[in-house]
């Protein structure tokens, strides 16, 4: 800035035109130190702002980040828990699996010891059924003319169940041709062998008695045969004593005899 001094002006004039300037001067520069410092400040406030918004940014971004990796870890653990859950399902389902089979193997293996048990059962029912026509049967047959009665010792040492006449023999004297009276033909075989008792119906350990369903006309004819076996057994009985007594009857007879004719001859 120039200044133009001129011959009018006074001394103190310009003295006081020079300290207004300088006056002027340094309220310009306060101005300007002012409005330096007001940018400052509006630059500090800014920069502020800036470092807040960015450290708000910042966070935000790590928030999310951190939302993210919560949120990946949720589902992994969800889809670990479905994967478990899915195989837990499908090892129960391969468990439930093995145990039907092991329960249908087990109801088919009590089916099959079932039915064998009741087929051994029918089995065995048949043949008490078997044994029991045939005891019927025998304790049915007559006393008369159509048994044979077993004189020999050892046949009259064994029990009346053992024993069994046979029905196609005949006992009548001199009759070599074994048949029976009229009216049995049908019951002629010289070829069938004679009926073999089972044990009897009390000792089957296969038929209950509550399951053995017994007529009682058969019942009664099956006493009457053990009462006809009585009988027999004790006309056995008579018949060996009265042969005893013959013998010894007749051995007293011949010593009888001889002692006459020791007697005669002397």
């Not at 006992?171 to 004679?194: A, H, L, Y």
């Not at 057994?233 to 010894?248: A, G, R, T, V, Y």
Request: some cysteine; glycine content about 2%.
């Amino acid at each position: 800035m120039s200044f133009t001094i001129t011959t009018t002006e006074t001394v103190q004039e310009r003295w006081v035109r020079l300290v207004c300037e300088q006056v002027e001067r340094a309220r310009l520069r306060q101005l300007e130190i002012a409005a330096q410092e007001a940018t400052f400040e509006e630059e500090m406030v800014r920069l502020e702002e800036e470092a807040a918004c960015e450290a708000e940014h910042e966070a935000e971004e790590k928030r999310i980040e951190e939302e993210r990796k919560l949120k990946e870890e949720k589902q992994a653990a969800k889809k670990r828990e479905e994967e478990q859950l899915v195989e837990e399902s499908i090892a129960k389902a391969k468990a439930d699996a093995l145990r039907k089979l092991a329960e249908e193997e087990k109801e088919r293996n009590q089916q099959r010891a079932q039915a064998l048990q009741e087929l051994q059962e029918r089995r065995d029912h048949a043949a008490c059924a078997a044994s029991r026509r045939t005891s019927d049967q025998a304790s049915r047959e007559p006393l008369g003319s159509k048994q044979k009665i077993f004189k020999s010792a050892s046949m009259r040492k064994r029990p009346a169940s053992v024993v069994t006449p046979n029905p196609n023999e005949d006992s009548t004297p001199g009759d070599d041709n074994n048949d029976n009276d009229e009216g049995d033909d049908e019951d002629d075989d010289d070829d069938d062998p004679p009926p073999i008792p089972l044990r009897n119906r009390e000792a089957c350990l296969h038929c209950p008695e509550d399951d053995v369903v017994v007529d009682e006309e058969q019942e009664e004819e099956r006493e009457e045969g053990k009462g006809a076996e009585e009988e027999k057994e004790e006309d056995e009985e008579e018949e060996d004593e009265e042969e005893n007594d013959n013998e010894e009857d007749e051995e007293e007879r011949k010593r009888r005899r001889v002692r006459k004719g020791k007697c005669h001859a002397m």
